[in-house]
């Protein structure tokens, strides 16, 4: 895809990890800019299948403006334009019951970060969106104006554990007595005052990561999606999951490690855990120096591959 949409982090070790064989069936749940799955296809040389997910209008659009740079792919790619929370039923639309690989890379495309329209980022003063679908209802600004101050705390502090959620909470509901927060600039005028001088950029990404997790629906999407993978997973099949912060790292390492979501561990006779997934690397995996000298955004990247037993 086009250099500038996203630069795939982890790319190597990540398709690398799902071990890709001749006639194999694989899917990347997050195709974004295409970076994963033109490596995956490559490798593929049109003797597979490859199933790319993004429910983002303008992934599908850079996708069918760019899908030359694949070659000849209609025999061994079909894009998805859904969510990764609905992947099995896709998949069942498409006659795949079970598949050798999944790839997840949850980090949000660079594309969105660098966007000065659609409110990601608090650089650009844009309506208050954040969707990753465009056909979704809900926007960062209905957020902000219709939940009390009891939720908008929770979701502060549950999803960018900001310490002082009660009082960023408590601020935004006075400011929007006074007038709805429709734009970045809005909520940031709000936010700043909560910003702590040597570390502004930090207080408020956390701010902006949890109402685009809340916007997104993206915590119960991802536990929807890795249950799903157990289910699609052949015998042997890889799980390839990059994550970028605690909230969805733990998800993941607590699917690998137990089978479930929340960590909660099912033993046999002899005291030892029954899980469906053996880790494949016991140490995560994450950006060399040079990597993330040339893409600062890999910084937080985690990568871990557990394998269907």
């Known amino acids: 895809m086009a250099e500038d949409y996203h630069i795939p982090v982890l790319l190597n070790q990540s398709v690398d990890a799902l071990n890709v064989c001749n006639g194999g069936v694989y899917v990347d749940a997050t195709f974004g800019g295409g970076g994963h799955s033109k490596e995956i296809l490559r490798r593929i040389k049109g003797n597979g299948m490859l199933y790319g997910f993004d429910q983002d209008l303008e992934a599908y659009e850079n996708f069918i403006h760019e899908r030359d740079i694949y070659g000849d792919i209609d025999n061994s790619f079909q894009f998805v334009r859904s969510n990764f929370r609905f992947m099995g039923n896709f998949l069942k639309f498409y006659g795949v019951e079970k598949v050798d690989g999944i790839l997840a890379d949850l980090g949000v495309s660079s594309r ?4 000065d329209t659609r409110g990601f ?7 208050l969106d954040m969707r990753m679908n465009q056909k979704a209802e809900v926007t960062a600004a209905d957020v902000l104006n219709a939940y009390d101050e009891k939720r908008l705390a929770d979701i502060f ?5 900001m310490k002082n959620s009660r009082k960023v909470a408590e601020a935004i509901v006075r400011k929007r007595k006074n007038g709805k927060l429709l734009t970045v600039g809005d909520l940031v005028s709000t936010l700043e005052p909560f910003c702590k001088q040597q570390r502004a950029k930090k207080d408020m990404a956390k701010a902006f990561q949890a109402l685009r997790i809340e916007v997104n629906q993206e ?15 052949k015998t042997g099949g890889r799980l390839v999951v990059i994550t970028y912060h605690s909230l969805e790292d733990r998800m993941v390492k607590n699917l690998m490690r137990t089978g479930n979501c929340e960590g909660d561990e099912q033993k046999d006779f002899y005291g030892n855990v029954v899980s469906p997934f053996v ?11 040079e990597e993330m000298q040339r893409n600062p955004r890999s910084r937080s990247a ?3 591959v557990a394998e269907r037993i």
């Open 112 to 115: 969105h970060f660098d966007s």
């Open 121 to 127: 980022s608090f650089r650009f003063d844009a309506p």
């Open 157 to 161: 502090f549950l999803y960018g554990e």
């Open 219 to 233: 915590m119960q999407a991802l536990k929807e999606m890795l249950n799903g993978a157990e289910r699609l997973l």
């Open 279 to 289: 880790p494949v690397n016991r140490k995560v995996v994450t950006p060399d120096d």
């Open 302 to 304: 985690k990568l871990r």
